[in-house]
């Protein structure tokens, strides 16, 4: 892997990681047309997962303050009644309750999402699949519900959203924020939530698979890893900050749009075997 295609996959993953696209599946499509034939399997997983930590290292310091309002008012109040919580510490238990079911599907089926769900004909498939479902759900939900008012509910239902991820092609983000919008939800509040809900799960998965492949990393790709995860943590600060400030009038409309036009170029590629 060159430097420059280091660098793109960085901006990539930043750019896409937090639009409703799914970032799994445009890495995926750059993967395939940049030919990384060079690196072994061990040596691709831990190069995704690392620049995977820089996106999520943006959620964080974007949302430290409300992050460490939550932790505060969680180790305070956590164990008291779930009604009588403040609104922080519950959001602390939604948190933890919205990311059980991608930790016990994603443990449960590894082996078929890191193989055999990883075709394109299958990225193709969901990125038109479910941008459809995303377009039908932002223009025909309520929205008016806000983010103060995540029940247990709600928190499951969007942890499962989610989960759907563990397919590539339908979007972390994606997911949850279909789910929460067909729930009532804003749109803001249905994206601030799912950035939220995506910080405990992608940190782990990403530390998990670093720590087991790093070690396969020859020195010139680990300094080429270390450079694209500080493109990914830029740009995807850069991305959360938009993004939520467009969705206050903005609809997820052209996100709908350019997923069903990848989608069907994927599959049309495919079709006629320049793919």
């Known amino acids: 892997m060159s430097p420059f295609e280091a660098l793109l996959l960085g901006l990539i993953q930043g750019l896409t990681e937090f639009l409703p696209i799914s970032s799994s599946a445009h890495v995926q499509i750059a993967q395939e047309l940049l030919g990384l034939s060079s690196l072994t399997k061990p040596q691709l997983t831990a190069f995704i997962a690392t620049i995977q930590i820089g996106t999520e290292l943006a959620v964080v310091t974007y949302f430290f303050k409300t992050i460490l309002e939550v932790l505060r008012a969680f180790f305070k ?4 009644p779930f009604s009588k919580q403040p609104p922080e510490a519950r959001l602390g238990w939604l948190i933890i309750i919205g990311t059980l079911p991608i930790v016990a599907l994603g443990l449960a089926f590894q082996d078929l999402i890191e193989n055999q769900l990883r075709q394109l004909w299958i990225i193709g498939t969901m990125l038109i699949g479910f941008g459809l479902l995303l377009g039908v759900a932002d223009r025909f939900a309520k929205k008016t519900r806000t983010i103060e008012q995540l029940d247990l509910r709600s928190g499951l239902v969007f942890g499962l959203g989610q989960a759907l ?10 997911g949850s924020i279909t789910v929460g919008l067909m729930m009532g939800f804003t749109r803001e509040a249905a994206a601030r939530y799912s950035f939220l809900l995506a910080i405990p799960a992608v940190l782990a998965a990403g530390g998990y698979q670093f720590a087991k492949s790093y070690a396969d990393l020859p020195a010139d790709l680990l300094l080429a890893t270390a450079a694209a995860t500080a493109v990914s943590f830029v740009v995807g600060y850069a991305v959360i900050a938009w993004l939520l400030r467009y969705l206050v009038k903005g609809s997820y409309l052209p996100f709908v749009i350019w997923r069903v036009v990848v989608g069907s170029l994927i599959l049309l590629g495919l079709w006629a075997g320049v793919l």
């Open 77 to 80: 109040s956590g164990l008291q």
């Open 165 to 174: 991820a563990l397919i590539p092609g339908v979007s972390r983000s994606g």
